[in-house]
T-cell receptor, first 109, second 113 residues
Framework: AQRVTQPEKLLSVFKGAPVELKCNYS??????LFWYVQYSRQRLQLLLR??SRESIKGFTADLNKGETSFHLKKPFAQEEDSAMYYC???????????FGQGTELSVKP | EPEVTQTPSHQVTQMGQEVILRCVPI?????FYWYRQILGQKVEFLVS????????KSEIFDDQFSVERPDGSNFTLKIRSTKLEDSAMYFC???????????FGDGTRLSIL
């Protein structure tokens, strides 16, 4: 079955602390994986995708096929990073996205 | 930067009534999608649309649902006879397929009374 799991519903850290938002996927093929972010009252926005291997707003995510994970990391969290973060799997290259439950990141001053 | 736009932002409808949610995808995109998010739950895929026809639909997308691209710009989701459990946030998205990301609208909050 194709599935995305984000085990933490809420992650609360202090400003300047490292952050890791966990994402595990279940998919037998070669996955296309994305992280989307939703700031308060705003739309879902693409944060990054594994294929581009880029760093956006200090966030990085590495695909680990052995552990079927795509964890999102940032070394020093900022208050403006507070948002909902969704990991998503695209099993069909341009078809549906399968989302995880989302993790709410709260960065305290 | 071009955006996906959705109207209305909030729709309140009596149970059993028909509702149409509207979306204007990004103009050079070829693939269109609807998702929904029931309060407190994950974002769920409903349907994808390409080349003027449905390319994939989920189990949620039953006979009560339909999609249409009536002209060159709009993409609509119709729910024929709404039920209480249709209350959710409905997101439209568009993209160009392949490994290109999907771009989402702000969503329409649908409340069924």
């Amino acid at each position: 079955a194709q599935r995305v799991t984000q085990p933490e519903k809420l992650l609360s850290v202090f400003k300047g602390a490292p952050v890791e938002l966990k994402c595990n996927y279940s998919y037998s093929g070669s996955p296309e994986l994305f992280w989307y972010v939703q700031y308060s009252r705003q739309r879902l926005q693409l944060l990054l995708r594994h294929i581009s291997r880029e760093s956006i707003k200090g966030f990085t995510a590495d695909l680990n096929k052995g552990e079927t994970s795509f964890h999102l990391k940032k070394p020093f969290a900022q208050e403006e990073d507070s948002a909902m973060y969704y990991c998503a799997l695209d099993p069909n290259q341009g078809g549906k996205l399968i989302f995880g439950q989302g993790t709410e990141l709260s960065v305290k001053p | 930067e071009p955006e996906v736009t959705q109207t209305p932002s909030h729709q309140v409808t009596q149970m059993g009534q028909e509702v149409i949610l509207r979306c204007v995808p990004i103009s050079n995109h070829l693939y269109f999608y609807w998702y929904r998010q029931i309060l407190g739950q994950k974002v769920e895929f409903l349907v994808s649309f390409y080349n003027n026809e449905i390319s994939e639909k989920s189990e949620i997308f039953d006979d009560q649902f339909s999609v249409e691209r009536p002209d060159g710009s709009n993409f609509t989701l119709k729910i024929r006879s709404t039920k209480l459990e249709d209350s959710a946030m409905y997101f439209c998205a568009s993209g160009n397929g392949g490994n290109q990301p999907q771009h989402f609208g702000d969503g329409t909050r649908l409340s069924i009374l």
